[in-house]
């Protein structure tokens, strides 16, 4: 919708409050609202101000005053608020020099679609991100001077089998690594999801499927559809959004971290994407997998650039608990048709040209996914650029090779510190056509190290007193 026909919206819809969504640096939706008499016209120019350094990794506060500005085309009814509320995702502006703030992750989403058209390789990148997650009953944790602990609890925990549980113990609980995919009443999350899958096509986002996943524990998969890189960074919050509203609602927690359960398998964000250009698929050819030149030419910038890539794809410290063999977390960086435990895979369910894509297993959903896609399409492009060789494809159980033949496969970074490093030894890729500048890059590495790395390392972990209290 266009602002003025957004105003006669409001009108017509009776709606009473405006709420302004923005993602902070790291990744989460921000907001606050107004009520409908401070929204006009020129309000999707002239903005809202608001503190900027309050927000995590953004503004000192001797230059806090920053801008919203709504984008209309990101309009909705939000599903969860009592009174009617008009919901509006925002780009972040500076009020003195109008420019759009260089460490607002969907100014840099905005930018690499740019810099994508400004190359003529191609019009327009596609996305289609694959959430995983899990739904507690209960979720306890805590920490500090002398103590620290961790606890989750699902109905559906295979720990529970012996459980008194308050109407009886009714049993069809998941086996570690059987969760995909009975049906109920062992899957027993599946009214609610599609709950959630109802409410997100009534948002506008197109699902394909929703299904129980791999683990013990409630682990849940809703899909997507396929979009551009921009839209599908928005979809992504929303998706969050919708998934941790109706859990709420339905007195469950949802928890998109990479690995919240021991011994069983963690939460990835598979990610799809392809090339397009003038309406024309351009990942489909003659090559490896049905791939085109220009594809493997992408693949081989990902595996090139993929430790630096894990510093926005795989960006907490607890993605590395996710990014170890045996857990379908595809740490060897190689690529393949069809085979799950390379980091790259090629999807060979049809032959349609126009299904073609390439799909990065490493990424997780505690990822910015503005900056995780910008990253992950500027090593592409550098790749085709460059015409880097992504070398021979690995048509093989990689868990299952020997010392001597996996010791020549790479692999993903072993912690977020490797990864940081990574990022920080090699981003002249980001920097192409100001899509991330020195600044952002500069902020993500200190902020990662000073305010995640840094205090992991300085507690003591509870295991180690295990380890080492006897000592």
């Not at 209960?138 to 295979?158: A, L, P």
Request: hydrophobic letters at 35%.
């Amino acid at each position: 919708m266009t602002p003025k026909e957004i105003v006669e919206f409001i009108k017509e819809k009776d709606i009473k409050m405006v709420d302004l969504k923005f993602m902070d640096f790291p990744g989460t939706w921000q907001h606050f609202s107004v009520p409908i008499s401070e929204l006009n016209e020129d309000s999707f120019e002239e903005g809202y101000g608001f503190d900027g350094s309050s927000i995590r990794g953004w503004q000192p506060i001797h230059a806090s005053d920053m801008l919203v500005v709504p984008d209309p085309s990101t309009s909705m009814i939000d599903p969860f608020c009592k009174e009617k509320t008009l919901s509006l995702t925002c780009n972040i502006v500076d009020p003195i020099t109008k420019e759009n703030y260089s460490r607002d992750p969907r100014n840099i989403a905005l930018k690499a679609e740019a810099y994508l058209k400004s190359t003529g390789i191609a019009d327009t990148v596609y996305f289609g991100p694959e959430l995983e997650f899990f739904l507690f009953n209960d979720v306890r944790y805590d920490t500090d001077q002398n103590h620290s602990f961790y606890f989750v609890d699902s109905k559906e925990g295979t720990w529970n089998t012996g459980a008194v549980e308050p109407n009886g113990n009714l049993a069809h609980k998941p086996r570690n690594k059987e969760g995909y995919f009975p049906c109920s009443p062992t899957d027993s999350l599946q009214d609610i999801r599609t709950e959630m899958v109802m409410v997100m096509q009534e948002l506008g986002i197109e699902v394909e499927c929703q299904h129980h996943e791999v683990a013990t524990g409630g682990q849940c998969e809703i899909d997507m559809r396929y979009n551009t890189l921009t839209k599908s960074g928005d979809n992504i919050m929303l998706y969050k959004y919708v998934v941790k509203n109706i859990a709420r609602l339905h007195n469950l927690s949802a928890c998109f971290m990479p690995k919240p359960i021991f011994e069983d398998n963690g939460s990835g964000m598979h990610t799809h994407q392809s090339l397009w250009k003038g309406g024309q698929p351009l990942f489909a050819g003659n090559g490896y997998g049905g791939l085109s030149d220009m594809a493997l030419h992408y693949i081989g910038g990902i595996l090139k650039h993929s430790s630096a890539i894990c510093a926005f794809a795989a960006p907490s410290t607890n993605s590395y608990k996710r990014l170890v063999p045996g857990y379908e977390a595809p740490v060897n960086l190689a690529y393949s048709s069809r085979n799950r435990s390379a980091a790259i895979r090629i999807p060979m369910y049809q032959a349609n040209p126009k299904s073609k894509r390439i799909e990065i297993r490493f990424p997780d959903p505690t990822c910015n996914g503005y900056l995780a896609f910008s990253a992950m399409l500027m090593a592409g492009l550098d790749g085709i650029e460059n015409k880097l060789d992504p070398g021979e494809p690995l048509d093989k159980d990689i868990y299952a090779l020997g010392p001597e033949e996996l010791a020549s496969v790479p692999s993903t970074p072993g912690s977020l510190a490797e990864a940081i490093d990574a990022l920080e030894a090699d981003h002249e890729f980001l920097l192409k056509g100001d899509v991330f500048t020195q600044d952002a890059v500069d902020m993500w590495i200190d902020y990662k190290r000073t305010s995640e790395i840094a205090p992991i390392d300085l507690r003591p972990h509870p295991y180690e007193f295990a380890l080492y209290y006897d000592c």
